[in-house]
C-alpha cells in the first residue's frame, strides 16, 4: 500500500507515519517540517527504506502540485490519502484576525479539497483509491470560542460526503473521520498538566483509519465521530432536544 499523509511533523500525521512504515507500507510525507522527537522519529523513518518527504506547505499550490509528484515518483503510485494537516485556533470570535480567519478555512478546509482535486484523476486513471479527510467533533457542534475552527470542519465533512456521491461508481472512497481533542506522544509531552487518561488516545482514531484503508468493503460516503461513551451520550441528547424542538414550532403555527 503507498500512503501520502499531510501534516506529519507532529501529533497524529507523525504516528500515522510510523505505524504505516513500520508494517511495510511506503509512505509519503507532506509538511512544514520533518517530524521531530527525542528518540528520532525522523531518523527512524528514512531509515525504513519505506519513507519519502516533501517540505512545503499545504496551502501552496505550487507546493501541492510539487509534493503529488514526489511522491508518485517515490511510491510509483498512491493508493491512499489520509489530509490530517489542520490549524487550530480557539480565540473568542472578537479576538481572532481577518488573516488567522483565512488561514484557518485555507488549511482545515481549502487545502484538502485542493489536494484530493489533485489525486482524484490519478486515482481515476488506477481504477481505485482511498481519500480519508480528518475533519473533528468541532465539525459537528457548536461554541463561542469556534468561529474560526468548527465552519471549515464542518465544511470538510459536507465536501467529503458530496465527492463520495460523485466518485462512488469509479471503485474510489471517500470517508472523514471526525474525533474529539486526542491525546498522541506529542499532546503528551508538550502538555504534562493535563489529564490525558480522560482523554481519546491516538491508537483508536488510527485502527478506524485502518479499518478503512485495508477493509475489503467498499465503504465510502461516511462520516465516523469518534466520541468517548459520555461525549457520544451528550451529543445524542442535543441532537434529540433539536429534533423536538424544530417539531415542536410547527404545533405553535
Known amino acids: 500500500m503507498n500512503i501520502f499523509i499531510t ?3 507532529r501529533g497524529l500525521g507523525k504516528e500515522l507515519a510510523v505505524h504505516y512504515s513500520e508494517l511495510g507500507h511506503k509512505v509519503f510525507g507532506f509538511s512544514r517540517s ?4 527525542p528518540g528520532g522519529i525522523a531518523k527512524k523513518l528514512y531509515d525504513s527504506g519505506n519513507f519519502g518527504y516533501y517540505s512545503g506547505s499545504v496551502n501552496s499550490d505550487s507546493d501541492i502540485d510539487a509534493a503529488v509528484g ?3 515518483k517515490f511510491m510509483g503510485s498512491i493508493d491512499a ?11 473568542m470570535p472578537d479576538e481572532i484576525t481577518v488573516e488567522e480567519y483565512k488561514e484557518s478555512v485555507q488549511t482545515n478546509l481549502t487545502a484538502p479539497i485542493l489536494i484530493c482535486r489533485k489525486i482524484i484523476p490519478h486515482f ?7 481519500l480519508i479527510n480528518i475533519s473533528s467533533n468541532a465539525g459537528l457542534v457548536s461554541y463561542e470560542g469556534g468561529t474560526a475552527y468548527c465552519p471549515p470542519k464542518a465544511g470538510l465533512i459536507n465536501y467529503s460526503q458530496c465527492l463520495a456521491k460523485f466518485l462512488k461508481n469509479k471503485n474510489i472512497s471517500v470517508n ?3 474525533p474529539p481533542t486526542f491525546s498522541t ?5 508538550t502538555r504534562p498538566d493535563i489529564n490525558h487518561g480522560k482523554l481519546l488516545q491516538s491508537d483508536k482514531v488510527i485502527k478506524l483509519i485502518d479499518y478503512l484503508i485495508f477493509s475489503r468493503k467498499f465503504i465510502t460516503g461516511k462520516n465516523f465521530p469518534v466520541f468517548r461513551l459520555k461525549t457520544w451520550l451528550k451529543y445524542y441528547y442535543y441532537r434529540q432536544f433539536e429534533l423536538l424542538e424544530y417539531l415542536f414550532q ?4
Do not use: M, T
Open 185 to 189: 506522544d506529542d499532546y503528551r509531552r
Open 250 to 253: 410547527f404545533r405553535l403555527k
Open 124 to 130: 481515476i486513471k488506477n481504477g481505485k483509491g482511498k
Open 70 to 72: 514526489e511522491a508518485i
Open 7 to 9: 501534516g506529519i511533523s
Open 34 to 37: 520533518l517530524p521531530e522527537h
Open 81 to 91: 490519502l489520509i489530509n490530517n494537516a489542520a490549524y487550530k485556533n480557539f480565540k
Open 176 to 178: 472523514v473521520i471526525s
